[in-house]
């Protein structure tokens, strides 16, 4: 999962995911070790919300009140609008 994290860029951008335009803000802290990411479906009520830690022995992603699956198919999907 950190590759398609760390391939949304730092702060505010937009993306395409099913066809549908997002609003996403990233937000990267403790030295590159934590990362919250949040994404706005623009023109309906979608959103996802996400935290994702490395730690010394693994790396945990943590969904925000919704279903993993829902998480890992958006940060492997979405394309970022450049």
């Known amino acids: 999962m950190l590759e398609f994290i760390t391939s949304i860029p730092e702060g505010y951008s937009e993306g395409k995911y099913q066809d549908r335009k997002y609003g996403i803000t990233k937000t990267t802290f ?14 309906g009520n979608d959103f996802i919300s996400l935290n994702f830690y490395i730690t010394k022995n693994n790396r945990y992603l943590k969904p925000c009140e919704m279903p993993e699956q829902k998480v890992i198919d958006f940060l492997k999907e979405v394309s970022i609008l450049i």
């Open 30 to 43: 403790n030295n590159g070790n934590s990362f919250k990411v949040y994404a706005k479906e623009l023109q």
